[in-house]
């Protein structure tokens, strides 16, 4: 069973990233990966050649999902309808419980 990783978009607390990774979870950002300003198509063929699974906020990666644009995953919760720690149970109970594999091209609502 593949541990999923996750890319965080630009619009996303870094507090989350550094959540994840004190429980040992594998992420990258796109201000770490000095991605800020490119676009989401971009974003989603980095997520995709490195095998992450996006988390974002921005509802324009629903419409490239729903375009049948391929993906590892992504993970989306609607911007200010979480807090911090919610958006961190919900991502680490993603990764305790699917594999990377079974986030393949898989839309979940946080």
Do not use: C
Not at 46 to 58: C, E, G, H, N, P
Not at 86 to 110: G, K, P, S
């Amino acid at each position: 069973m593949a541990k999923i990783k996750f890319h965080l978009d630009e619009n996303v607390s870094f507090a989350i990233a550094n959540g994840l990774r004190r429980r040992g979870i594998d992420v990258t950002t796109t201000p770490e990966q000095g991605m800020i300003g490119q676009s989401d198509e971009q974003q989603l063929e980095f997520a995709l050649s490195q095998k992450r699974v996006i988390f974002t906020q921005d509802t324009d990666f629903l419409r490239l999902h729903h375009a049948g644009f391929s993906h590892r995953g992504i993970a989306y919760s609607l911007q200010k309808s979480k807090s911090i720690g919610e958006i961190l149970q919900a991502l680490i109970l993603i990764w305790e419980v699917l594999d990377a594999e079974e986030m393949t091209n898989y839309l979940e609502f946080l």
